[in-house]
Each structure stands twice: as structure tokens, then as C-alpha cells.
């Protein structure tokens, strides 16, 4: 009796089978995302708010309870992110104030995100068409991998990588991407109630760690909605049917993410306001903020398909117009694109409801709470033209699969293959030199004036970084330039004095500063230049008046404080004099000079041992001070301790006769 042998189909793997592939998939991605951007590796911090956030800021570097309670509750420079400062402090503890070391985590993070953005893809396109077929196994990856590359390697993410300020850019990005993924494993129907449960509490963790590094994702909860419909179809396409009881769970898992959008919302403004960053109606009108959106949208979606001219500063122009030519076809190309789609959307589903995320991820930065001198920002486009990376990945499995089918010619489909590869390598390279724009502060603003060379931002910080090479006589060209162009830039005015004050022409950095000051009252820099110019005119009580607004606009202005200690100890009031040296220090506690003088002020006054104390501070703090070594000696000798005293004056008087010496070759 022979045995009936049947016969079985093998059952068709899904491609989330495969992990070891999907893995090897992400990691290539990783290290081909790395590479574009490995000229980053070789730039320095640069003059547009690296110096003022990373290299002049001592509050990130260390994690002290006073460095964490900065952290947490700054609006340091308008901005609320205390896990972006959390990372900064992590890269000083490892690095020092190597710029290598903080562009390598940008870097790292932003490879990162292309890994995550990959099986946020994965899940996305498989979403997009579940049904089963053979093809699927080969092209969901590829697919998904396209779009991973396209969004991370496109020249568009430079500056969020290149500039360590934007730190908060890719370490949101990568809780936002991480949010998602979450939120996409949490919600498909046959998800058991526990394992939806914890993805979701996953999901709103890895949210809240976004908002706290940056709260560009606040429109996140918009978003959400806009994937149940599609491609969760977890609503329907009409909103009328949104408020039927099966809908309810929907709306009600919403609830803990939009509360946390509200609050980080909130916090953003009132770092802006703090910072008074924000322009007022009055200044830029609703309806020019409402032309602004609409260039955004048209801009970084022309700027997605063909990235050359970026530049670091895309200026806002300074009488405000609605009606200008740009912002009046941008209107009519994004009103033209949203009813097109809008009438399409069942039969183009994924392609409207990428628009409608593009345009709700842009929202925050577009302009209607405008800040900056900025009008669009390649940073911005980060997080929105995602939307446009998955597109090119759906447009392109769609093409696989109609090829097929056999419904398009093999030769068109390879036509494409080798099309998107060019592109991509094209991508690359222009990210690779994008990324060489950014490598100090001269060479990027000098890119951004041959993009537009009517930029008085970028003349006034082109002249900065002149100045800070000691090239005054060329910087003091850039700063009037700026203010040929605008001559109410309060800054390149400031500028100007104080480059004029270092060639030592008093008189002329004594009109700017004062005009620096009318523009901008609250200028601490500015007020402080003018103290040390009334001092070198030996206007001393001028110069203490000029400090001392210089303190009121900046309390935390320590060299304002020593300037003043040094006029109050000159004219013999010593209690004023140690009093403004300890608040010097109490800013920046390796202030040597402050803690040398206080010491001498100090000793004055018979505080031998405080004298003592200090001294020794000031040798930690600077082992080489000889003034420091015969100050201590003498506050030794004074408390009879005269075998210590002699050490300290050997010592001092070994590095003065160093000192001669080395000052003798110089001559």
C-alpha cells in the first residue's frame, strides 16, 4: 500500500523574516550616510551661535547639581533643550573643546536616524500595500533603503550635521524617528492589548525625549492622525465618520501626545519671548507670515529636487511684502498642489497624505511665529521632507511591482534603477562639499555673501571672523558694508566700534558704540566697550557707569564685574573692589586675574589667610603666575611662615627671569 505523499506550498515569507538582511541593510545605510558627511570631521565651531552656545558657555560642561539645573530650566538663546545640552556636556566630558568630538555625535546621530528612518519605511511602504505577493520579499527593503538614503545622505541635512549648534536637529530627529516606529508597532489590528500597551508607553517616552531636545515635533499628534487614515486606515478617508464610538480609542490615545505638545509649545514660545527673538505683528504683519509659509513649502519642496545654492542664511528681507513675486507663485504652486492632491487623494492616498505631513511638520518653523533673520533654513527641512524621501521609495517599489507585472518595460524599470543610483551618488557628493562650506567661520560666510552678496547678516559675520584674526582693517570693511545695506544693524554698529577701538581710534568707537547703544539699549558688549573706551579717556566715572548698565543688561557679564573691581581698587575703595571681584568669580570661576586681585585686595585689607587662599586658587588655576608665587610668599611671610614663603619666591622669581628672557628673543 504506497503512501499518498501531498504536496504543500511553501508558505511566502514576510520581509520582516529576514532581520539579519533588514539589519545588514540599515547598518550599510549607517556607514554610507557616515562617509557623506565625514568632511564634517575636519570643521571647527563657527561664529553663528557655536561660540556663544558651546565654546563661551561653562554652564554644559560638567554634571554638577548647578550644571544640570542650568540644563533643565535655561532659555539659553531662545531655546529649550535640556537633553541637547545633556549630550553637549557628555561630548565635554570626553573631548574637551576638541570641535572634533562634537561634530563626530552629530554625525553619529544623524547616521542614526538614517538607520531608524529605514524601518520606519519598511513599515510604512508594507502598510501602504500588505497584500502578500513574491515580489515583495526583494523590493520592500530596497524600496525602504531608497528612501532611508535619499533622506539622509540629500545635501538638504548638512547644516542640522556640520553645525554643532544644531545638535538639538538630529538628537530630536532621532527620538521623533524612534516615536514613530514605536507608534507604527503599537497600533496594527491583531496587536494584542499588552504589547499595544507598552509600544505605546514606549512611543510617548521616546516623544517627550524629543520635545525635550528640541521642540520642533510638536505637530507630531497631527501627524499620527494623518497615518490612522493612511496607511493605518485606522479612519476613514471622511471625517464625518471620525466620530463613531470605534473611533474613540483612536482619539483617546491622542490625548497624552497632544498635552505634551501643548506644554513644549508653550515652553518654546516663552524662550522665544524670553530671548526676545520673536518679530511682532507690528514689525511683520500676519500676512506676510502667511506668504512666508507658503514659500517654505514651495522652497524646501524645489530645494528637495534640486539642492544647489544652498547657503547658510537665506536673509528675510527688511521692508516686509507680501505681495513679492516669489511669495505670490509659491501661493499659487502650494494652493495648486494642495486642491490637486486633495481631489486625487483615493486615487493618490500616499502621495496626499505625505503633503499633508510635509506641510504639518513644517508649520512650526515656517514663519508664522517668525523668528531670526532667516526667511527658510535648510535645518528646517529636517523633519518635513521625510514625507518627500518616503514618496521617491513608494514611486520607486511601485514601478517594481507594475515592471512586475509586466505592466512597464524591464528596460524603463533598469532606465530607473540606474537613474536613482546616479542621483544618489550625485546626493553624496554634493553633501560631501556642502559639508567642507561649514569648516570655519570665513570660508562659510564668504559662501554665503556668493550666494547672495547683498547679506548684511553675513557681512557683519564675515567681518567677526575677520576680526578674531586680527585682520581689523578687512573686517571693519565688512562691518560698514553691513551697514550700508542695513544701517540699523545694531550689531555690525557694536562691531564696528569695537574693531575701531582696538586700532585705538577712541573718538570714532566712541560714535558707534553710543549709536550700537541707541539701536539696541540692551547691548552688555556694546555698554562694556564704551566702559573701556571712557577708561582709556580717562572718563573713570563714565566708565563705571558704562559697567554697570553693561550688568544690568547681563548680570552673568563677569569681565564687567572685574573692570569695575579694578576701577574701585584704583581709586581705594577696597570693600567695592572685593565685592565686584567675587561676583566676577562667582560668573567665571577661572577668572584668574579676578582671583589674583581679590587676593591682593584681600591682603590690603589684613584677610591674610582669605589672601592665602586665593593665591593658591590663582597657581592651580595658572601654575606659571609669578606674580601669584610673590603675592602668596608675601601673605606666608606675613603669618611667619617664612620656609613656605622662600619656595614661592624662588619660584617667582625663576619665571620672571623666564619671562625677560623670552621677551628679549622676541625683541
Same mark, same amino acid.
Given at each position: &500500500?504506497?503512501a499518498?505523499?501531498?504536496s504543500?506550498?511553501p508558505?511566502p515569507?514576510?520581509?520582516?523574516?529576514?532581520?539579519?538582511?533588514?539589519?545588514?541593510?540599515?547598518?550599510?545605510?549607517?556607514?554610507?550616510?557616515?562617509v557623506a558627511?565625514?568632511?564634517?570631521? +575636519?570643521?571647527g565651531?563657527? $561664529? #553663528?551661535?557655536?561660540?556663544? $552656545?558651546?565654546?563661551?558657555?561653562l554652564?554644559?560642561?560638567?554634571?554638577?547639581?548647578?550644571?544640570?539645573?542650568?540644563?533643565?530650566?535655561?532659555?539659553? &538663546?531662545?531655546?529649550?533643550?535640556? %537633553?541637547?545640552w545633556?549630550?553637549?556636556?557628555? @561630548?565635554?566630558?570626553?573631548?574637551?573643546?576638541?570641535?572634533?568630538?562634537?561634530?563626530l555625535?552629530?554625525l553619529?546621530?544623524?547616521?542614526? $536616524?538614517?538607520?531608524?528612518?529605514y524601518?520606519v519605511?519598511?513599515?510604512?511602504? #508594507?502598510?501602504?500595500?500588505p497584500?502578500?505577493?513574491? !515580489?515583495?520579499?526583494?523590493?520592500?527593503?530596497?524600496?525602504?533603503?531608497?528612501?532611508?538614503?535619499?533622506?539622509?545622505? !540629500?545635501?538638504?541635512?548638512?547644516e542640522?550635521?556640520?553645525?554643532?549648534?544644531?545638535?538639538r536637529?538630529?538628537?530630536?530627529g532621532?527620538?521623533?524617528?524612534?516615536?514613530?516606529?514605536?507608534?507604527l508597532?503599537?497600533?496594527?489590528a491583531?496587536?494584542?492589548?499588552?504589547?499595544? *500597551?507598552r509600544?505605546?508607553?514606549?512611543?510617548?517616552?521616546?516623544?517627550? %525625549?524629543?520635545?525635550?531636545?528640541?521642540?520642533?515635533?510638536i505637530t507630531l499628534?497631527?501627524?499620527?492622525?494623518?497615518?490612522?487614515?493612511?496607511?493605518l486606515?485606522?479612519?476613514?478617508?471622511n471625517?464625518?465618520? #471620525?466620530?463613531?464610538p470605534?473611533?474613540?480609542?483612536?482619539?483617546?490615545?491622542?490625548?497624552p501626545?497632544?498635552?505634551?505638545?501643548?506644554a513644549?509649545?508653550?515652553?518654546a514660545?516663552?524662550?522665544q519671548?524670553?530671548?526676545?527673538?520673536?518679530?511682532?505683528?507690528?514689525?511683520y @504683519?500676519?500676512?506676510s507670515?502667511i506668504?512666508?509659509?507658503?514659500?517654505?513649502?514651495?522652497?524646501y519642496?524645489? +530645494?528637495?529636487?534640486?539642492?544647489?545654492?544652498?547657503?547658510?542664511?537665506?536673509?528675510?528681507?527688511?521692508?516686509?511684502?507680501?505681495?513679492?513675486?516669489?511669495f505670490?507663485?509659491?501661493?499659487?504652486?502650494?494652493l /495648486?498642489?494642495?486642491?490637486?492632491?486633495?481631489?486625487? *487623494?483615493? *486615487?493618490?492616498?500616499?502621495?496626499?497624505?505625505?503633503?499633508?505631513?510635509?506641510?504639518?511638520l513644517?508649520?512650526?518653523?515656517? /514663519?508664522?511665529?517668525?523668528?531670526?533673520?532667516q526667511?527658510?533654513?535648510?535645518?528646517?527641512?529636517?523633519?518635513?521632507?521625510?514625507?518627500w524621501?518616503?514618496?521617491?521609495? /513608494?514611486?520607486?517599489?511601485?514601478?517594481?511591482?507594475l515592471?512586475w507585472?509586466r505592466?512597464?518595460?524591464?528596460?524603463?524599470? @533598469?532606465?530607473?534603477?540606474?537613474?536613482?543610483?546616479?542621483a544618489?551618488?550625485?546626493?553624496?557628493?554634493?553633501? #560631501?562639499?556642502?559639508?567642507?562650506?561649514?569648516?570655519d567661520?570665513?570660508?562659510?560666510?564668504?559662501?554665503?555673501?556668493?550666494?547672495?552678496?547683498?547679506?548684511y547678516?553675513?557681512?557683519n559675520?564675515?567681518?567677526?571672523?575677520?576680526?578674531?584674526?586680527?585682520?581689523?582693517?578687512?573686517?571693519?570693511d565688512?562691518?560698514q558694508?553691513a551697514?550700508?545695506? !542695513?544701517?540699523?544693524?545694531?550689531?555690525?554698529a557694536y562691531?564696528?566700534?569695537n574693531a575701531?577701538?582696538?586700532?585705538?581710534?577712541f573718538?570714532?568707537?566712541?560714535?558707534?558704540?553710543k549709536?550700537?547703544?541707541?539701536?539696541?539699549?540692551? $547691548?552688555?558688549?556694546?555698554?562694556?566697550?564704551?566702559?573701556?573706551?571712557?577708561?582709556?579717556?580717562q572718563?573713570?566715572?563714565e566708565?563705571?557707569?558704562?559697567?554697570?548698565?553693561?550688568?544690568?543688561?547681563?548680570?552673568?557679564l563677569?569681565?564687567?564685574?572685574?573692570?569695575l573691581a579694578?576701577?574701585?581698587?584704583?581709586?581705594?575703595?577696597v570693600?567695592?573692589a572685593?565685592?565686584?571681584?567675587?561676583?566676577?568669580? !562667582?560668573?567665571?570661576?577661572?577668572?584668574?586675574?579676578? *582671583?589674583?586681585?581679590?587676593?591682593?585686595?584681600?591682603?590690603?585689607?589684613?584677610d591674610l589667610e582669605?589672601a592665602?587662599?586665593?593665591f593658591?586658587?590663582?597657581?592651580?588655576?595658572?601654575?606659571?603666575?609669578?606674580e601669584?608665587?610673590a603675592?602668596?610668599?608675601?601673605?606666608?611671610?606675613?603669618? /611667619?611662615?617664612?620656609?613656605?614663603?622662600?619656595q614661592?619666591? +624662588?619660584?617667582?622669581v625663576?619665571?620672571?627671569?623666564?619671562?625677560?628672557?623670552?621677551?628679549?628673543?622676541?625683541?
Open positions: &500500500m504506497s499518498r505523499i501531498h504543500r506550498k508558505k515569507r514576510s520581509f520582516f523574516d529576514s532581520s539579519a538582511s533588514l539589519w545588514l541593510i540599515a547598518g550599510t545605510i549607517f556607514l554610507l550616510t557616515s558627511f565625514l568632511p564634517a570631521l +575636519k570643521n565651531f563657527v $561664529n #553663528w551661535d557655536d561660540y556663544k $552656545n558651546v565654546v563661551d558657555n554652564h554644559y560642561r560638567g554634571f554638577g547639581w548647578a550644571n544640570l539645573r542650568w540644563m533643565f530650566t535655561t532659555f539659553h &538663546m531662545g531655546h529649550y533643550q535640556p %537633553l541637547s545633556v549630550s553637549l556636556g557628555l @561630548d565635554y566630558k570626553v573631548w574637551g573643546m576638541a570641535p572634533f568630538g562634537y561634530h555625535t552629530n553619529l546621530l544623524h547616521a542614526a $536616524n538614517g538607520a531608524v528612518f524601518f519605511c519598511l513599515r510604512l511602504l #508594507w502598510l501602504m500595500d497584500s502578500p505577493s513574491p !515580489h515583495k520579499t526583494h523590493a520592500l527593503p530596497i524600496a525602504a533603503a531608497l528612501s532611508a538614503l535619499f533622506f539622509a545622505i !540629500h545635501p538638504l541635512r548638512v542640522s550635521v556640520a553645525w554643532v549648534t544644531e545638535r536637529d538630529v538628537l530630536s532621532l527620538f521623533l524617528l524612534v516615536t514613530v516606529f514605536y507608534y508597532k503599537a497600533v496594527p491583531g496587536t494584542t492589548n499588552s504589547d499595544r *500597551r509600544w505605546m508607553a514606549l512611543a510617548l517616552i521616546s516623544y517627550v %525625549l524629543s520635545l525635550l531636545s528640541k521642540a520642533s515635533g499628534p497631527l501627524v499620527l492622525v494623518v497615518l490612522d487614515v493612511y496607511p486606515r485606522r479612519l476613514d478617508f471625517p464625518r465618520q #471620525w466620530l463613531r470605534e473611533s474613540r480609542q483612536v482619539w483617546l490615545e491622542k490625548i501626545f497632544l498635552a505634551f505638545a501643548v513644549a509649545g508653550i515652553v514660545l516663552m524662550a519671548h524670553q530671548a526676545k527673538a520673536i518679530r511682532p505683528l507690528e514689525q @504683519d500676519i500676512p507670515r506668504m512666508q509659509l507658503f514659500y517654505a513649502a514651495a522652497f519642496l524645489w +530645494k528637495t529636487v534640486l539642492p544647489l545654492g544652498l547657503s547658510p542664511l537665506y536673509e528675510l528681507p527688511l521692508t516686509p511684502d507680501p505681495w513679492r513675486w516669489s505670490l507663485i509659491s501661493g499659487i504652486v502650494v /495648486g498642489v494642495t486642491v490637486f492632491l486633495f481631489i486625487q *487623494r483615493r *486615487r493618490w492616498p500616499a502621495v496626499f497624505a505625505s503633503w499633508l505631513v510635509y506641510l504639518i513644517l508649520m512650526p518653523t515656517s /514663519g508664522l511665529a517668525q523668528s531670526g533673520a526667511l527658510v533654513a535648510d535645518r528646517y527641512s529636517y523633519l518635513s521632507c521625510m514625507a524621501a518616503l514618496v521617491a521609495g /513608494g514611486g520607486f517599489l511601485r514601478l517594481w511591482q515592471s507585472d505592466q512597464v518595460s524591464r528596460k524603463l524599470f @533598469d532606465a530607473v534603477v540606474i537613474l536613482c543610483t546616479l544618489l551618488v550625485g546626493l553624496g557628493s554634493l553633501t #560631501w562639499k556642502q559639508a567642507e562650506v561649514w569648516h567661520s570665513e570660508k562659510l560666510w564668504r559662501h554665503a555673501l556668493s550666494i547672495d552678496p547683498r547679506s547678516f553675513a557681512h559675520n564675515l567681518g567677526n571672523a575677520l576680526a578674531t584674526q586680527g585682520r581689523l582693517d578687512e573686517a571693519m565688512e562691518f558694508q551697514l550700508r545695506i !542695513h544701517p540699523d544693524d545694531a550689531d555690525a562691531n564696528l566700534g575701531l577701538a582696538q586700532k585705538g581710534n573718538e570714532e568707537a566712541d560714535i558707534q558704540l549709536q550700537a547703544l541707541r539701536l539696541n539699549p540692551d $547691548n552688555a558688549m556694546a555698554a562694556y566697550d564704551l566702559g573701556n573706551v571712557r577708561v582709556r579717556q572718563r573713570f566715572d566708565a563705571i557707569e558704562q559697567f554697570n548698565m553693561a550688568l544690568r543688561s547681563d548680570p552673568g563677569a569681565r564687567a564685574n572685574y573692570n579694578q576701577l574701585f581698587f584704583q581709586q581705594g575703595k570693600d567695592d572685593i565685592r565686584n571681584y567675587r561676583l566676577a568669580l !562667582h560668573n567665571d570661576p577661572t577668572h584668574v586675574k579676578a *582671583r589674583y586681585y581679590l587676593a591682593v585686595a584681600l591682603a590690603q585689607q589684613g582669605g592665602k587662599k586665593e593658591q586658587e590663582s597657581l592651580r588655576l595658572e601654575p606659571n603666575l609669578a601669584a608665587h603675592g602668596l610668599a608675601r601673605a606666608l611671610t606675613a603669618q /611667619g611662615k617664612k620656609a613656605e614663603a622662600v614661592h619666591y +624662588k619660584e617667582a625663576r619665571l620672571l627671569q623666564s619671562r625677560n628672557q623670552n621677551e628679549g628673543r622676541k625683541k
